[in-house]
């Protein structure tokens, strides 16, 4: 049981506090994309700084299970 865990060389709640992590900034995004579509004129680089956050996080994340 939990083998993704141990993939991720991740304990139960350090694995709950990034997907969590996640999930809110995916939501955060989902929402400054949609205000963005409706009125071009603001949040105009948020996807981008979010695409930028995200590939750092999972760098991160990534270094972690090769060590």
Do not use: Q, R
């Not at 969590?20 to 004129?41: C, E, M, N, R």
């Amino acid at each position: 049981m939990f083998k993704h865990l141990k993939d991720v060389n991740m304990t139960y709640f350090e694995h709950m506090k990034f997907s969590l992590f996640l999930s809110f900034t995916f939501l955060k995004a989902s929402f400054t994309a949609f205000v963005h579509a409706i009125y071009p004129d603001i949040f105009i680089t948020s996807s981008t700084e979010t695409l930028e956050l995200l590939n750092i996080e999972m760098k991160k994340k990534m270094s972690s299970i090769d060590t």
